[in-house]
C-alpha cells in the first residue's frame, strides 16, 4: 500500500468472528534462495517455520472497541551462517472510540521485531544480518463541523532500529507525520478533501548530515458508489528542507481503487509518486519512487482461494553532492493458493518473487521463496 497512505483497519477476519479470545497455531517449511539480500555471493536456505498466536476483538462499551493480537514466529534457516534460530514478534493494539455519532478517536500500535525480515535492504554489506525492531503508532480524530463538513486531526510515529552497529548508525531514525484535512460530503458517494501534512525525519547519528522535514498540500476525492467499489486520490506537492543539502520540491500523487466482484474476491490497485528514504544514506539524499501495485484475491470455490500481488517500482536515487543519480527498478511478485477444509484449518502454497534491478551494481538483488504453510485457529 502507499506509503504515506494512514491507516486503515482490516475487517476482523472469519475465524476470529464472534468470540473475544482467539489462538492460532502454525507451521511452514519455505525455501529462501538469498537469505541475506546479497548481489553477489547469495546463501540459499531451507527454513522451517514454526508459529502461534493470540488475539483479541471486542467492545468495552456500546461507544467504545478494542483489539489487540501478539504473534509469534520462529525461523529455523538451515544454512545461515551463525545463528541458525530465528526468533521474531509482532505486537497489535487498538482502540476505536465515538463520543458522539459524529466526533470519534481511533488510537492503533504496532511493534515488530524481525529477525528474519521479509524485504531485504538493497547494497548492503555482503551477507549482513538485516533484524530490525519497527515500531507504529498512528491517532485519528474526526469530527463533524457541519452536515457535509468534516475536519480530521492524524499523527504517526515511526521508528526504525538495526541490529547490526552499521546498519543502525546509518539507519536508525523516528518518522513524524502530522496532518489536517477538510473534507466536504458534495454527494453522498463523493467527498471533497484539502490536506496539509508536516514530516520530521530524524536519525539517531550523524542528524545533522541525514535529517530532514517536509511540507505537503494534497487535494483528494473519496468516491465510493456503492459497498463494493472504493476509489481514493490525494495529489499535490511535497517542499522538502535537507539538513546538508539543497532544498528540494516535488509532485506528490497517492490513487488506490478496490473493487469487490464476488464473496471473497476483490481486486486492489494503486499508484504512489514520492520521496522516501534510501538505504545508503552516505551516498544518497533521498529516493524518487514510482510505485505500482496490483493485488487480487479469487475465490475458485468454498474451499479453495488463489490470491496475487505484484509491485513495479521505478526510482531514482538522489545523489548526495558529486555523487550521481541512479536508477533502479523493484519487483515483487507474490502468488498464493489457500485451501480452508474447515473453518479452523487452513492450508497454503505460496511464492514470492523480488528482482531489483540498479544502474549499480552493488544494489542489485534477486530472491524467491516459494513453500507450503498451515494453521489451526481456536
Known amino acids: 500500500m502507499p506509503s504515506l497512505v494512514w491507516a486503515v483497519y482490516a475487517p476482523i ?5 464472534g468470540k473475544a479470545l482467539t489462538y492460532r497455531l502454525g507451521s511452514a517449511i ?6 541475506f539480500g546479497g548481489a553477489t555471493g547469495e546463501i540459499s536456505s531451507l527454513v522451517y517455520n514454526f508459529n502461534g498466536a493470540l488475539s483479541y476483538n471486542g467492545s468495552l462499551s456500546d461507544q467504545t472497541f478494542a483489539s489487540a493480537a501478539y504473534e509469534l514466529n520462529n525461523d529455523h534457516v538451515v544454512d545461515r551462517p551463525g545463528k541458525q534460530n530465528l526468533t521474531s514478534h509482532i505486537l497489535n493494539a487498538r482502540l476505536a472510540h465515538a463520543f458522539s455519532p459524529a466526533t470519534s478517536l481511533d488510537l492503533a500500535g ?3 521485531i524481525a529477525k528474519n525480515p521479509q524485504s531485504l535492504l538493497a547494497g548492503v554489506p555482503l551477507n549482513t544480518d538485516q533484524s530490525n525492531d519497527r515500531g507504529q503508532m498512528d491517532i485519528r480524530f474526526l469530527t463533524a463541523a457541519s452536515q457535509k463538513l468534516s475536519v480530521a ?3 504517526r510515529l515511526i521508528t526504525y532500529r538495526y541490529d547490526n552497529p ?3 548508525a546509518d539507519l536508525d531514525r523516528t518518522e513524524n507525520l502530522l496532518g489536517g484535512e477538510l473534507g466536504y460530503a458534495l454527494l453522498p458517494e463523493t467527498k471533497l478533501l484539502a490536506e496539509y501534512r508536516y514530516q520530521a525525519i530524524g536519525y539517531r547519528s550523524a542528524a545533522i548530515f541525514k535529517d530532514k522535514t517536509s511540507h505537503f498540500l494534497l487535494a483528494g476525492l473519496d468516491y465510493n458508489p456503492s459497498e463494493k467499489t472504493m476509489l481514493a486520490g490525494r495529489v ?4 522538502r528542507n535537507r539538513s546538508a543539502a539543497p532544498e528540494t520540491t516535488a509532485p506528490y500523487v497517492e490513487l488506490s481503487a478496490r473493487y469487490t466482484y464476488g464473496e471473497g474476491s476483490f481486486l486492489a490497485s494503486g499508484y504512489t509518486y514520492t520521496l522516501e528514504e534510501p538505504s545508503d544514506v552516505n551516498r544518497f539524499t533521498d529516493t524518487k519512487v514510482n510505485r505500482i501495485f496490483v493485488n487480487l484475491q479469487h475465490r475458485l470455490s468454498g474451499l479453495l482461494t488463489a490470491s496475487g500481488s505484484l509491485s513495479y517500482e521505478p526510482s531514482q536515487l538522489q545523489g548526495r553532492g558529486l555523487q550521481i543519480n541512479v536508477d533502479e527498478k523493484t519487483t515483487r511478485v507474490g502468488l498464493g493458493l489457500s485451501w480452508q477444509p ?7 502454497l505460496s511464492g514470492d518473487f523480488d528482482r531489483v534491478n540498479s544502474d549499480d551494481a552493488s544494489r542489485g ?3 524467491n521463496r516459494y513453500g507450503l504453510s498451515a494453521r489451526y485457529t481456536f
Do not use: F, H, M
Open 342 to 348: 474447515t473453518k479452523n484449518w487452513t492450508a497454503n
Open 30 to 35: 519455505y525455501q529462501d534462495s538469498n537469505i
Open 153 to 155: 486531526a492524524k499523527y
Open 13 to 17: 477476519p472469519e475465524q476470529e468472528q
Open 365 to 367: 538483488q534477486s530472491r
Open 236 to 239: 499535490g506537492g511535497e517542499a
Open 110 to 112: 504496532a511493534y515488530n
Open 166 to 168: 552499521t546498519l543502525a
